[in-house]
């Protein structure tokens, strides 16, 4: 990464943790060009667009936009609205799953009420035969969400899993520990602003660690959601499961909502399992950042909606 691109994801993942800048973006609606990346600010706003990609091929999994919330009243409201959106998954007969944050069920203010939280809804999706992913946040939070997924699986829930970052030192022993444990991951290269002391900078790097752990993963056999939208992995991933005669039904590729949308398709129609993250939701501002702070093209798109608006 050149020195201009680091401070220019630096500077912006910096606002994605702005509290007034966060306050004053909701407060105005999803302008700025946000709804290139979030279904809507509503529960029935995603589900249509679920049903849209459900009709292409592609199942979703559907992230009700919330995080590091600052008090245990939003994180009831986090469990409480997981639980309508389960509901309305299993009635609608939605192909899809849910995704949420540890932070937006209290991780940073009260660990055994976030734990309750995250197991009232993973249990009510048990009970619709739904899968509940635990996103990665940043790396405060990491030890927390694996030891979470962890107990709920010893207590006998196999509808959970996690995501490990490719941008993490650490992440080659956290996915050999959890693959012996049988569970199921996502694996990302990593979203969030991470000091250099525990966190690879270089994409060369990333990429690949990625490939690395993508790898360990097919040769296990326990499944894996490969969420990437870099084609040269994605093809890499299609020639490897080739040549070892991997099934499909070992892994599924995952993309962003507005992202690589014809790619998305087109693996779908390859016969590839392909799953769309639907985030949805008022609360979407730091999510909308990080997506601009990956792709400094997506600042232009916004500067020019705004403009054109
Ligand atoms: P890159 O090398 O960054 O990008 C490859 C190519 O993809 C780019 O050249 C560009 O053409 C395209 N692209 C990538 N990002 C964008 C974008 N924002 N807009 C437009 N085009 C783009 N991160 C976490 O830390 N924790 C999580 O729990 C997590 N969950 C995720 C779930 C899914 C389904 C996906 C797809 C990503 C998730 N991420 C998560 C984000 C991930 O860590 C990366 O930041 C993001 O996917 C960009 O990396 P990339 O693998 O696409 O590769």
Redesign the pocket.
Known sequence: MDIGTRLFRTALLGLAGNRAARALSERYGMKLGASR?VAGETMEEAIAQAKRLNAEGIAV?LDFLGESVSSLEEAQVSERSYKELIRMISHEGINGNV?L?PTQFGLALDRKACEEGIRAVVNEAAGHGLFV??????SPWTDATIQIVQMLQDEGFSNVG??I???LYRSGRDVQAMTANKMNL?L?????KESRRIAFES?QE??DN?RRLIKARLDSGIYT?I???????IRWVQSYTRMRAIPRSKFEF???Y???NPLQRSLAREGYKV???VPFGRSWYPYFV??????P??VMFVVKSVVWR
């Open positions: 990346f999994t995704s944050k992913r635990l996103d990665m946040e940043d996690t995501v970052q490719a941008y996502r990302v290269k990593g979203a969030y994409k990333v990429d990625m959601a969420a990437t939208h870099d084609q040269r992995i995952q993309m962003l507005g992202i690589r799953r769309s993250y990080r997506r601009l702070a990956e792709r093209a997506n």
